[in-house]
Each structure stands twice: as structure tokens, then as C-alpha cells.
Nanobody
């Protein structure tokens, strides 16, 4: 069973940076595409960034393009989200998710971690 744990998160002032990470276990990490989503209070779940199982083809939501960077470490079985130039509108609960290379959906989710950006 794939387990995703996200111990990061925190509070920062606008313009600051945070780095989230998500540790995967119970799977062959290299066979899973990874993604970050977020959900702000009262809003729907929103795609943030994704990275292929090989570490290539990162793609981003327009709202974070140029400010956020997704990466993965196949030795540590971990996916990262480096968030720079944070804005108050980035405040949300951030979730990492995993999709098997042969799968259609992101079937495995972390518990979520709170990111709060104050103005």
C-alpha cells in the first residue's frame, strides 16, 4: 500500500519561501508520477504541479509558474515543492498525490499540510 507523508508546511510572510516535501513508502517510487494539489478555504481542489516518474516533464498551474519548482529524489523516495515569492493567495492545504505509470487517476494522497502566507 502506497503511503505518502508530508511533514512540512508552515507560515511565512508574502515574498518569502517554503519547501514542502512528501515521502513515499510501500511502493516502487520510480513507477509513480507525482503531483501537488492545494485547497484553499471555501475553494475547490486545485492542481499545482506535477512531475513524471522519470523526473522529467514538470508542469505547473499558471498561478504558480515561475515561482514554484517540483522535483523528486529517487533515492530518498521523496517529491519536493519549492515555493518562492509566496503570495497570500497561495494560502491553502497542500496535498501530494501519486499515480501509477499505468493508472488513470491519482489514487494515493498524503494527509495534507497547511501553508499560510500573510500579507
Amino acid at each position: 500500500q502506497v503511503q505518502l507523508v508530508e511533514p512540512g508546511g508552515g507560515s511565512v510572510q508574502a515574498g518569502g519561501s517554503l519547501r514542502l516535501f512528501c515521502a513515499a513508502s510501500g511502493c516502487t517510487f520510480s513507477t509513480y508520477h507525482m503531483c501537488w494539489f492545494r485547497q484553499a478555504p471555501g475553494k475547490e481542489l486545485e492542481f499545482v504541479a506535477a512531475i513524471s516518474r522519470s523526473g522529467g516533464n514538470p508542469n505547473y498551474a499558471d498561478s504558480v509558474e515561475g515561482r514554484f519548482t517540483i522535483s523528486r529524489d529517487s533515492v530518498k523516495n521523496t517529491v519536493y515543492l519549492q515555493m518562492n515569492s509566496l503570495k497570500p493567495e497561495d494560502t491553502a492545504v497542500y496535498y501530494c498525490a501519486a499515480k501509477h505509470a499505468l493508472g488513470m487517476e491519482y489514487d494515493y494522497w498524503g494527509q495534507g499540510t497547511q501553508v499560510t502566507v500573510s500579507s
